[in-house]
């Protein structure tokens, strides 16, 4: 029940604020490509530049929708854009991890990153289409496995670009990504427990302790973003990318509190009925 399994979509609406926050990700990443390539690669930083004006211009777009039809035919539209950046992602991983590129400052692990956050936003475009699933809870913490890894990626990328001698910041960004790599395996723990079932009160307890433990990594992404911005800190982090990744941990935040939301407003507990298909 990985992102990329087929069956599982995100649990957030799809609303239009949604697509506008993954259009101005997408954007970002192209740029952030764009910069970690080396320069003797002029046909990827082409496509790079490309896909920045392609999702500049769906940003714009967005404040024309005004009605249902308007709606359904910008998420065809924003859907076209996010596969083609999905598959330049993915090829760009696989001629990284070829060595067919050399040099610049994209990670493997960070291209695999930007591409797991592309399979998402699809994923929840396809929501106007494919509507609820019949299983929520599946859903549910699947999101938690998507975020869970994707902040563990953050803390991994942000203690490589911190200048070495930024020792009390390196340490805390490497006992964070502790502690969300240990989140993330417990949550794929309960990807297979909870799987076609229902969320537990074990479960409501974890999400407890993924928004305690968000509420402290958005706070030392803050922190450091207001360093890097004064340049009170040493490191490779552009001022963009700090507020990026700020970005990105606000908006789990709100995902967390809609779940939890939605776990008080339930009703009792339904009998759910062994119906499963292997």
């Known amino acids: 029940m990985d992102i990329f399994c087929k069956e599982v979509k995100p ?3 799809l609303t239009i604020q949604q697509i506008v926050f993954w259009l101005r990700i997408m954007k970002e990443h192209s740029l952030f490509i764009k910069l ?7 046909e990827l930083i082409q496509e790079a530049e490309q896909f920045y004006a392609v999702f500049a211009d769906l940003e714009k777009k967005a404040c024309h929708v005004k009605c249902e039809d308007d709606f359904l035919c910008f998420v065809d539209l924003v859907m076209t854009a996010v596969k083609n950046i999905f ?3 993915r090829h760009l991983l696989h001629l990284l991890i070829e060595c067919k590129i050399r040099g610049g400052a994209n ?3 960070l291209i695999d990153h930007v591409s797991r956050e592309a399979m998402y936003f699809h994923k929840l475009l396809q929501k106007a289409r494919n509507g609820e699933m019949q299983y929520p809870a599946d859903s549910i913490v699947s999101e938690n496995v998507f975020w869970l890894r994707i902040m563990g990626d953050h803390l991994k990328f942000i203690r ?5 001698s930024e020792r009390d910041l390196v340490d805390t960004a490497h006992s964070l990504s502790d502690k969300f790599d240990q989140l993330q395996l417990h949550a794929r723990d309960f990807d297979s427990m909870l ?9 409501w307890r974890f ?14 992404k803050a922190t ?3 360093l890097i911005k004064q340049c009170a800190a040493l490191s490779l982090i552009p001022p963009l990318l700090a507020d990026h990744v700020r970005r990105e941990a606000e908006h789990f935040l709100e995902i967390l509190a809609a779940i939890q939301q939605e776990g008080m407003e339930c009703d009792q507990p339904q009998v759910i009925h062994c119906d499963h298909e292997f």
């Open 11 to 13: 649990v957030v609406p």
């Open 36 to 42: 970690g390539l080396p320069c003797d690669q002029k």
């Open 87 to 89: 598959c330049y992602k």
């Open 107 to 109: 990670y493997p692990l």
């Open 160 to 164: 490589g670009l911190l200048d070495p």
């Open 195 to 203: 799987w076609h079932f229902r969320a537990t009160n074990d479960f």
């Open 207 to 220: 999400e407890k302790t993924v928004t305690d433990s968000m509420m402290e990594l958005r706070d030392f």
């Open 224 to 226: 450091a973003e207001e």
